[in-house]
């Protein structure tokens, strides 16, 4: 196809313009601005509820006091291993399941448990560690379900495929069996503190082939281990062989519990403290499958088959697991009939008979699928749980959670719908942002309390790193709803996404959403009739005044629609079909609509643009990027002036401004990301001064990071090789960026988080601001940010007591000082030394020193000593406290404690013996003046004054 100028001029005045900007380019230096991302915070609090995706192979474990419930999930991001602990009615004990192992790139299932007494070992099927090849691996849980091993155990060597553990204690260590791959039956020891004890593992069974899954028990003397083998006579027949605890194989190859005609298969045993039970899945070569099962005596006598289940011929029963509560023994299974699959179950005693009710109904709902069903004994009942199908999951066709009830010993089903095990975080991915200019608005795709994924948002206040607004559906519907994206119309928000019914239908949902959170069009089918199952589930939309475009593909071209009016009134346009290519973008111009695509009819993927007024048809198209190698993954943004396009070349990021006319000004691209790493997903917006540019970036294998750079109007790359946003976030997630027009953007993205006690994926953000730092001004209106502060152009109003904006080395953003306020900011109240102050962390008041402050000395007056005072935490001196230092005068700002003469006391008090005293006979000095009388000091003075008065009457006289 050749592609033309909207206007005219071919290549050549693409280069004629083009190279006069690159030479200016060359001389221009590069702008410096002050960077600022802000702390990363969650674009919504975590939610809980059944987790998505496929919850499937549930084992249960019993302990002492509680339970283990075991299985493995996968979602649209990874795989692992959860469990959720069981309290002694075998109900959830903590609100949510843990996760026990996730593999990101690898495969986690079939996992099994074992209690010794003060731990779980979990044991599963790994293919993470060695590549495709699949490994016996473990882990080891506390009984509050807290994880005791920094890493998996490697309990099998590695060498082949090992496959379906099971494990036992015996009271001194675990025996793990498991299948190797055209091997047999291998197994190893592993002690308490998880040390493999058996590093060439156990051969129990190497006789034959097409082996299923072994499981082993302790009876109290020996391991018996069960599985089933064909060995070239009457096809697959169950054998158990006995192990002892030095890890001695009593029974190599095993012994022969049924060789009966057809497939015996998936056998599973249960100790009683007389005999086994063991149970299996018979096909006789008749229609359907049923439950067989023998009692098997500690020396591996097998005592003869006998029927388990009923209605052979008409229903199919699969799968079967069994439990003993010490003397009978509960078998459940899967029963088939038609497209329908129920767990159902028999009592057995202990001599082998089918107690009644013969067969009876476990789980049964009829709207839903229940299979692989699990059973122990918890003590009081059976605990039968299994994986369900009924309504869950978020990110596959088929889904399905854990559920569990309990069976009394008489058969009685005691909960009915059962009760849910796979409770966790909800997995929050693929957000899109868009602004109104002021704040922001957030959509993403979220499984939420077991629904399918539907669509969630929030509004964000700009600048403001914590959620303050709730999170509320945008879409509820009951199929998969995917991939939203959303813009601004110039008085609501349009969000849109991609839907995936069961039918493998599909379409476009969009509905109108206020900045209160009023959500209008809820489920409005904006493709009308959905598309065939080529539909891609990817749209963007760019709003006008009055109407909006929305962009996707289907096939391998393209489709739009408009809306307009408040009724939400699609109208279905197609696009030129010689574009034929796969639309990725679009955005609103100053006069009409600018849509970028893949295009895939050269050899070659081209970056095509095109054209559309905005009433929906299409003016023009041009080649933006071409050339010898592929251009992918593109993206755009209107400047104000012109667009921007990006896109993926290679292992970079290029981008090209194209103006207004059609005329591509950087023919071949800018190099905006560093070299060297892979690269993918870029992202633009516009920020009202430049470009802000994300991408993501592999830092190792599977291992992706989340950078941006800024670029100029002109064109320059402001931040390269780029700044690192987000460490490991997710592959498939395209960053989301939407600019404020205050210079600030908001970058959505998800990650996993770990920092939850239940990890698990959400969705995130970070805004990052380019300011003008340090720029003179006078008004707010010459600043970018509209902020003029402490006469520099500043990231906020830094209007608080204690903030300026010109601290050294911090020019151009908000900080809190110390000391002084600055800029003529009011004055600290208080005196002298009790006067207020910044302190370097409260921003909007000055901080009053308290009672740690001394502002006044302590000091004598007489005999009365004034203590030190202290600040009374209002800028003012607290009062002095005052005591009397009696019988010791005040010292130097203290009592005294001693004497030497009668100065150190106070008042009449005298220094004897170095201490301060009242003067008594006793107490007389050495000359025994006044002493004869027996008075003290006081005394004497009486008496003189006695004899002063008798000569005076005697003169009279």
Known sequence: MAYRSRHGGGCGLCLAVALPVILMLLLVPRLTFAQVVSDEFPLVEPTYGLLGGTNG????????????????????????????????????????????FTSPAGFESSPCASWNGESFLVVWSSSHSRGYDWDIQAARLSPEGVLLDGLPIQVSPGFVDEHLPSV????????????????????????????????????????GANYSAPEVEWNG???????????????????????????????????????????????????????FLVVWQDDRGVTGEVIQGALVTPSNEALGPFPVSLGWGIFEHRRPEVASDGTDFLVAWERHRGGSKDVVGALVSDDGQVLEPSVFEIAWLSYSL?????????????????????????????????????????????????????????????????????????????????????????????????????SFPVSSTPMNDWWPSVAWDGER??????????????GIYGARVTTNGSVFDTQTDLSRSGYSESFTHYSDVACHPGSCLVVFEVGSGGALLRTDGLALQPQILDLDSELGCGISSIVSGRDEYMAVCTSRINSDNDVVGFWLSFSGEVIDSIEVAGGPSDQSGSDLAWGGNGYFVVWKEGGEIRGARVNPTGIVLDPGGIPISGQGRTVTSPAISWGGMEYLVAWLEEEDEAVWNLVATRVSEDGVVL???????????????????????????????????????????????????SLSAGVSCSVNEECRSTFCADGVCCDGPCDGQCEACDADGLQGTCSPVEGEPRGGRTYCPGAGVCRSKCDGSIRDSCIFPGDEKVCADAYCAGSVLYEPATCAGNGYCGMQAAHSCEPYACGVNRCNESCVNDQG??????????????????????????????????????????????????RKI
């Open 493 to 506: 928000y349009l969000a849109v996404w991609g839907y995936l019914a069961g039918d493998d239908t599909t």
């Open 905 to 954: 006391c106070a008042g009449s008090y005298v220094c004897i013996n170095n201490t301060c005293q009242t003067l008594q006979k006793k107490d007389c000095p050495p000359s025994g003046c006044g002493c004869g009388f027996g008075f003290d000091k006081f005394s004497g003075l009486v008496l003189w004054m006695f004899i002063l008065g008798v000569i005076l009457i005697r």
């Open 221 to 275: 003397a020996d391991y018996f281990v069960v599985w089933s083998e064909d060995r070239g006579t009457s096809g697959s027949d169950v054998f158990a062989a006995r192990v002892d605890s030095s890890g001695l194989v009593l029974d190599p190859g095993g012994s022969v519990v049924t060789n009966d005609d057809g497939e015996q298969v998936l056998p599973a045993l249960a100790w009683n403290g007389s005999n």
């Open 57 to 100: 192979s549930p084992e249960l474990e019993w302990g002492e006091a509680g339970g283990l419930a075991v299985w493995s999930f996968q979602d649209l991001l990874s795989m692992g291993i959860r469990g959720s602990m069981l309290s002694g009615d075998g109900r959830i004990e903590d609100p949510y399941s843990k996760e026990i």
């Open 719 to 769: 931040d390269a090789p780029g700044i690192l946003l987000v460490e490991e976030v997710n592959e498939f997630n395209n960053p989301a960026i939407a600019a404020d027009g205050s210079g600030r953007w908001l970058v959505g993205y998800s990650r996993f988080d770990w920092s939850s006690e239940d990890p698990g994926h959400r969705v995130f953000g970070r805004f990052f601001s």
């Open 370 to 470: 229940e299979t692989s069903p699990s059973v122990t004994w918890t003590g009081n009942d059976y605990l039968v749980a299994w994986e369900d199908t009924r309504p869950s999951g978020a990110y596959f066709y088929y889904s399905s959670s854990i559920y569990s009830t309990r069976v009394s010993t008489t058969g009685e089903v005691l909960d009915h719908t059962g009760n849910p095990l796979s409770m966790g975080l909800s997995t929050q991915v693929l957000p899109s942002v868009a602004s109104n200019g002021e704040d922001f608005f957030a959509v993403w795709t979220e499984e939420r309390e077991g629904r399918r994924a539907d669509i969630f948002g929030t509004h964000l206040e700009s600048g403001v790193v914590e959620p303050g607004y709730p």
């Open 168 to 207: 036992a204690w015996d009271g001194t260590s675990h025996l793990v069996v498991w299948l190797e791959s055209g091997n047999g039956i291998r197994g190893s020891r592993v002690s308490p503190d998880g040390t493999v004890l058996d590093q060439t593992p156990l051969i129990i069974s190497s006789d």
